[in-house]
């Protein structure tokens, strides 16, 4: 089973993590954000509902994402574009596009205010 953990993340662990997996360490497959703020700008309420719908499940063309998300293609399609912009869809050959993990597990801590 494929799991990505989603997190926050500074350049400096994102390198180090970079660097261990070119030594062959295994770290985990990872989908990094620089802050909380982008995590949820970018996985909005709609957008973990396409995750939803794809973990798991293959490739899928974008209208078959909207048929299992009950949403409009043009609305999906825009969704999807910005997963992929941001690294967490993959596009396919075919067009289609790929969540290609069986398994999501989100990371990050809350600290108080200072």
């Known amino acids: 089973?494929?799991?990505?953990?989603?997190?926050?993340?500074s350049l400096q662990e994102t390198r180090r993590r970079a660097a261990a997996a070119?030594?062959?360490?295994?770290?985990?497959?990872?989908?990094?954000?620089?802050?909380?703020?982008?995590?949820?700008r970018v996985l909005t309420t709609k957008r973990w509902d396409i995750l939803r719908a794809m973990t798991g499940q293959g490739e899928m063309a974008i209208r078959e994402v909207a048929r299992r998300v009950g949403r409009d293609v043009k609305a999906v399609h825009g969704d999807v574009q910005a997963l992929l912009s941001a690294g967490v869809l993959d596009r396919t050959e075919s067009g289609h596009v790929l969540f290609p993990y069986d398994a999501v597990h989100v990371d990050f801590t809350l600290r108080k205010a200072l």
Do not use: N
């Open 1 to 9: 089973m494929r799991t990505v953990t989603l997190g926050i993340s």
């Open 22 to 40: 070119f030594r062959g360490e295994h770290v985990g497959e990872f989908i990094s954000f620089a802050s909380v703020d982008l995590l949820w």
